[in-house]
């Protein structure tokens, strides 16, 4: 299911990118950006590629500066996807880092950003991060809900969540390709309890809202124009 594309344009990994610093939150070392005095907080879950991406954290930089507690925890442990490692292709290194694994660790972490005082959480996920973003929707464990790019997320997935969620999708992509988009709409439409928003953006591939290069100028407008879909859906649902 994961193909080439589902890795394609790694970013150049930086401890250090980012305004905010890195902490231990709920076991795990997390990237932390914006006050914590805020009541509201977003969980970014990274792709295959982890936390040190820095288009990653520059978005949680500007979901920081909206007014969000934002966090990006490394559901990795320091064990992010290496492309050039021969010896592990991407089906033998999610053996080691499947979703599930990913939702279970993301428990404690909601768990310890709501003893700081947090009243609403929304979790944003990017391919891998996606699926389990969609598990902790099914399982109310989040306000809102936004998928990227998302991978191995299903129809049946969709169908069991809880908390408004947006899907923002890629006209090139073939692990969430437009047709499946359409059906994750049609079953939202069919689900008026729960508030969706689905949009395949035009001329993009797999992985462009945060896998973008900065010297290109309509990839970045591209990602910016999601980021900011993005941050309108938290700003409604996550209060």
């Avoid at 391919?127 to 049946?156: M, N, R, Y």
């Avoid at 899907?167 to 049609?186: I, M, N, R, Y």
């Amino acid at each position: 299911m994961s193909g080439p594309q589902c890795c394609s344009n790694p970013p150049t990994l930086n401890p250090n990118a980012g305004a905010g610093h890195v902490e231990q939150l709920g076991g795990l070392s997390t990237y932390v950006s914006g006050s914590p005095n805020s009541k509201l907080a977003i969980l970014l879950i990274s792709d295959v590629y982890g936390y040190e991406a820095p288009n990653l954290r520059k978005l949680a930089d500007k979901a920081a500066a909206a007014g969000f507690y934002v966090v990006v925890p490394d559901f990795f442990n320091g064990d992010p996807y290496v492309p050039d490692d021969a010896n592990r292709p991407i089906q033998v290194w999610l053996k080691d880092h499947g979703a599930d694994k990913g939702f279970e660790e993301a428990k404690p972490v909601i768990e310890a950003v709501k003893s700081k005082g947090v009243s609403a959480v929304g979790a944003a996920g990017f391919c891998w991060g996606a699926k389990v973003v969609v598990e902790l929707a099914k399982a109310e464990f989040i306000q809102a809900a936004v998928l990227c790019h998302p991978s191995f997320v299903t129809l049946d997935d969709i169908k069991g969540v809880k908390a408004p969620i947006a899907v923002l999708g890629a006209e090139h992509d073939h692990l969430s390709p437009p047709t499946l988009l359409k059906q994750f709409e049609e079953a939202l439409a069919a689900k008026p309890e729960v508030d969706g928003f689905v949009k395949i953006f035009p001329k993009v591939a797999h992985g462009w809202t945060v896998r973008y290069s900065v010297e290109d100028v309509a990839a970045v407008k591209s990602a910016e124009e999601a980021h900011q879909n993005l941050l309108e859906w938290f700003a409604k649902y996550v209060k």
